[in-house]
């Protein structure tokens, strides 16, 4: 049974970078059959995909935050990664990190999820 | 990529059947059939209980079903139960492995 556990800082500051890292136990991160992916859900309201990477670096982002955000792997210590700069109190969140398929195209493992609270 | 339109709530009681759609665009739940649903209780991480529009994952209650007609996809929940008291969520492919979720309804038993 594959495990995905975020971390990273609860709180970031206005016009910073957020950072969270997710670690992936269980099974690898370099299978060929899946791709990593984070998704977020603002306090009381919708889910919402921010992007996906495979463990060979290929990356896909959602338009509306293709500019701010940067998704990476690390499969040497089997974790992938999310940056999303010029942070607002728009991106005030719980962040999952999800594991979807490369041949099918569901969401099948998520993380409990990380609030990241944007505030000076 | 705009948010697909749900409902904001649907409520119904329990034995009776409820059903919660999902409109989308050509761009995503009309030309794709792999529309997926997640069910989200209070605090704790959505459960995928269909994909590929109306295939259910193992221990998926059979009470769930899904359906597409169109740019509109459908959630059924057959014989309401107090637990299916939750928040759920349909995504929609979108090409070019981009995704787009739904705007969520929150189904109360009364």
């Known amino acids: 049974q594959m495990h995905l556990q975020e971390s990273g800082p609860g709180l970031v500051k206005p016009s910073e970078t957020l950072s969270l890292t997710c670690t992936v136990s269980g099974g690898s991160i370099s299978s060929s059959d899946y791709y990593w992916g984070w998704i977020r859900q603002p306090p009381g309201k919708g889910l919402e995909w921010i992007g996906s990477?495979?463990?060979?670096?290929?990356?896909y982002y959602s338009p509306s935050l293709n500019s701010r955000v940067t998704i990476s792997v690390d499969t040497s210590k089997s974790q992938f990664s999310l940056k999303v700069t010029s942070v607002t109190a728009a991106d005030t969140a719980v962040y999952y990190c999800?594991?979807?398929?490369?041949?099918?195209?569901?969401?099948?493992?998520w993380g409990q999820g990380t609030l990241v609270t944007v505030s000076s | 990529q705009s948010a697909l339109t749900q409902p904001a709530s649907v409520s119904g009681s329990p034995g009776q059947s409820i059903s919660i759609s999902c409109t989308g665009t050509?761009?995503?739940?009309?030309?794709?059939?792999?529309v997926s649903w997640y069910q989200q209780h209070p605090g704790i991480a959505p459960k995928l209980i269909i994909y590929?529009?109306?295939k259910r994952p193992s221990g998926v209650s059979n009470r769930f079903s899904g359906s597409k007609s169109g740019k509109t996809a459908s959630l059924t929940i057959s014989g309401l139960q107090a637990e299916d008291e939750a928040d759920y969520f349909c995504?929609?492919?979108?090409?070019?492995?981009?995704?787009?979720f739904g705007t969520g309804t929150k189904v109360t038993v009364v």
């Open positions: 990477i495979y463990y060979r670096g290929f990356t």
């Open positions: 590929d529009g109306n």
């Open positions: 995504c929609s492919y979108a090409g070019s492995s981009t995704y787009v």
């Open positions: 050509n761009s995503d739940v009309g030309n794709y059939n792999l």
């Open positions: 999800v594991r979807l398929g490369r041949t099918y195209y569901y969401f099948d493992s």
